[in-house]
């Protein structure tokens, strides 16, 4: 009798599907279509998780998932992909255009979009601030810290009200939720695809449950130990991109040397800030910003390791020396969210 307890003790906590607290609700059979008419055939349904797994009281949370079935008669293990910016991304899969970039990995596995917890519908985790704008928010340094503390406390006292375990929404909650839904779905091995804050995911996934995961893509890598990001990082980025900028003729003549441009640029807006006009997101008005040397340093720590805007900075800086502040406005307006939105998920423990 004890060695049949003993047995059943084992496979409840070591058994690869037996032990999960998650389950799945509303799942349903469907046909997905790229923008060229290729058929997937895929499961769509959603994960109940706890909010809090460390609270055995904590309330049920759930989770859209989209699970696309592969192409190939003898697929590869699945792979699972892990979004940037904390973000949903099950609509790639219902968005012809979308889908068909993932063809290629479709022709050789099945594959797996998962809403990340706090990014989507009812169970989103994402403060709006409603009231005024500091218009100074690109001018001074200690404004804009304050602004985010003020943000952030009026967050955290909706969530609270709301009912939300902000504890909650850790990286290691998300990591649990893959290993967790791959149990549901009786996937033994798989393989991750992480994209930016998804490489944080991704990460702490195959340090958790390494022996689980076959392959591992990261795109944009920022590995947990990197969330701060130190004044020297921007030096460096400015000091690769002109080492770039070193080797084109053209741009050469223009920008000899994008360090000294930048500093350049910075005492000009010191002593003279350029405003910018651009609309505010959530009422549509348009309102006038002035952009200091903050302001400009923010944008380029923004920006300068997104590979779509690397080849702009230049252009950006040569543009603001030169008087025309339209390439700034649009930074601007581009990341103006970050002083309106915060999010409340993906915290590091």
Not at 31 to 42: A, C, H
């Amino acid at each position: 009798m004890k060695k049949i307890a003993l047995v059943i003790i084992t496979l409840l906590f070591n058994g690869p599907f037996l032990f999960c607290q998650a389950h799945l609700v509303d799942v349903e059979n469907k046909k997905y279509k790229t923008s060229t008419n290729i058929e997937i055939l895929g499961q769509a349904g959603y994960m109940n998780v706890l909010e809090n797994r460390n609270n055995p009281d904590s309330r049920k949370i759930k989770m859209k998932y989209i699970h696309l079935k592969s192409l190939s008669k003898n697929p590869v293990a699945p792979v699972v992909y892990l979004e940037g910016g904390g973000n949903s991304c099950t609509w790639q899969a219902e968005s012809p255009e979308d889908l068909t970039d993932w063809i290629e990995i479709l022709e050789v596995s099945d594959l797996i979009f998962v809403d990340q917890r706090g990014s989507d519908g009812d169970e989103s985790l994402t403060y709006i601030w409603q009231e005024e704008y500091p218009k100074d928010f690109f001018i001074s340094e200690e404004i804009a810290i304050d602004h985010y503390k003020l943000m952030s406390a009026k967050g955290l006292s909706t969530f609270q009200k709301k009912g939300v375990d902000i504890r909650g929404y850790t990286i290691e909650e998300h990591a649990q939720d893959i290993h967790e839904l791959t149990q549901l779905l009786n996937i033994e091995s798989y393989s991750i695809f992480g994209f930016s804050y998804g490489t944080h995911i991704g990460m702490t996934v195959m340090k958790l449950f390494p022996e689980r995961i076959e392959k591992a893509i990261l795109v944009g890598a920022d590995a947990p130990n990197q969330s701060l990001n130190y004044p020297r990082y921007l030096d460096e980025h400015i000091g690769l991109i002109n080492t770039l900028i070193q080797k084109d003729e053209v741009i050469k003549k223009q920008i000899p040397d994008l360090n000294k441009l930048v500093f350049k640029v910075m005492d000009k807006l010191d002593k003279n800030p350029a405003v910018v006009t651009i609309q505010n997101p959530l009422t549509g008005k348009n309102m006038d910003l002035p952009i200091g040397p903050f302001g400009l340093a923010l944008i380029l720590r923004l920006d300068i390791d997104d590979a779509n805007d690397i080849p702009i900075i230049p252009r950006l800086l040569y543009s603001i020396d030169e008087g025309d502040h339209s390439l700034l406005t649009y930074f601007v307006q581009k990341r103006i969210v970050y002083a309106i939105g915060l999010p409340g998920n993906g915290i590091n423990q």
